[in-house]
């Protein structure tokens, strides 16, 4: 097999560097990753090998497009700007007019109620 460690290192190593400046999905870098090691291997023995790579590539990007596709929003997504306490209480953030002291004393008194 023409799979080369130092092709593969050199080509994630750059891939990962540049994923860190762009703001890039963990789906797009590994993309980015693949095609910067089709770029870097130079000598490939045959197209048939670049040909496996990219169907490889291509199958992969469909099961990940699946699985976005089909995700299902996560749960603290409508918690955003609200704090969960460990016993399931939801407790809004303090807002402008009130200050963080008086926000921590009425958590403090709803920990204490056990109720909202």
């Keep these: 097999m023409f799979l080369s460690l130092p092709a593969v290192t050199i080509s994630y190593a750059?891939?990962?560097?540049?994923?860190?400046?762009?703001?890039?999905?963990?789906?797009?870098?590994?993309?980015l990753c693949t095609l910067l090691f089709l770029l870097v291997i130079g000598r490939v023995r045959g197209?048939?090998?670049?040909?496996?790579?990219?169907?490889?590539l291509l199958i992969m990007?469909?099961?990940?497009?699946y699985?976005?596709?089909?995700?299902?929003p996560s749960i603290l997504d409508s918690f955003q700007g609200k704090e969960?306490?460990?016993t399931g209480i939801v407790v809004e953030e303090p807002t402008l007019?009130?200050?963080?002291?008086?926000?921590?004393?009425?958590?403090?008194?709803?920990?204490?109620a056990g109720e909202p």
């Design 14 to 31: 750059v891939g990962i560097f540049l994923g860190s400046f762009l703001p890039l999905n963990p789906i797009m870098l590994f993309v």
């Design 47 to 56: 197209k048939r090998e670049v040909g496996l790579l990219l169907f490889l």
């Design 61 to 65: 990007l469909g099961w990940f497009r």
């Design 67 to 72: 699985q976005l596709l089909w995700q299902r």
């Design 84 to 86: 969960v306490l460990a």
């Design 97 to 112: 007019q009130e200050d963080k002291l008086t926000f921590k004393l009425r958590l403090a008194s709803i920990v204490s």
